[in-house]
């Protein structure tokens, strides 16, 4: 099963013809598509391979096409009407799930609610959550896995440019070491170098345009 990931592109125009053309030539193994005015691309990759995949991805995308920057992964939020769109289920059947007066229950928590929350809000559901309760209930599923919350995360950082803090739970240790995942992405280079490790988080390593994602207890 192979893991789609969709990143929210800035600055691309997918009328220009100049643009289209680029991206036939150079961006043309990714699905491109423009919802509301946001334009997204949506990669396939393996599961082992995310994170890397995603990022190679985005600078490919920011050096083929000049001024184009990957602000962040889409989540792909939907609300009970694109739930059913997406399975053909009716909506009735649909909020019955999220109500839990039918089906299995434990439907996933939404992400966010528009509205405040009173009569007439709406909520909205990552697709990555709703995608895996439908598969193991129902057999609905569109046949793809999604990032894990962690590997949005790390993702994201990188687009940021940012740090980001990832707290974990080390039980039955005293005093954890500080694990640090480097991101290091150097401009020379036709796409990003991605490594891992562990390290002592009080020494840095010294890195050009350097991303320390750390984990601490």
Excluded at 11 to 18: A, K
Aim: overall charge negative; charged content about 25%; proline content about 5%.
């Amino acid at each position: 099963m192979q893991t789609r990931v969709t990143l929210r592109v800035l600055n691309v125009d997918l009328d220009d013809d100049d643009t289209v053309e680029r991206i036939a030539e150079h961006l043309g193994d990714l699905a491109w598509s423009v919802t509301d005015g946001v334009t997204s691309v949506t990669l396939f990759t393996d599961p082992t391979n995310v994170v890397s995949q995603a990022v190679e991805t985005a600078h490919r995308i920011e050096y083929k096409l000049a001024g184009s920057r990957v602000d962040e992964v889409d989540e792909e939020l939907v609300a009970i009407p694109d739930i059913s769109a997406r399975t053909k289920v009716h909506r009735e059947t649909v909020r019955s799930w999220v109500n839990g007066t039918r089906g299995p229950g434990d439907f996933p928590l939404p992400k966010n609610s528009f509205g405040g929350g009173g009569r007439g809000s709406m909520k909205a559901w990552r697709w990555a959550d709703v995608n895996k309760w439908l598969d193991q209930n129902y057999a609905l599923g569109d046949s793809y896995s999604y990032p894990t919350k962690k590997e949005y995360a790390e993702i994201n950082a990188f687009l940021a440019r940012a740090d980001y803090m990832l707290n974990v739970t080390m039980p039955n240790v005293s005093h954890p070491a500080i694990t640090v995942t480097q991101v290091q992405y150097f401009h020379q280079h036709e796409a990003p170098l991605l490594t891992t490790g562990a390290t002592d988080a009080r020494v840095p390593q010294a890195t050009f345009n350097n991303l320390l994602i750390k984990a601490s207890q």
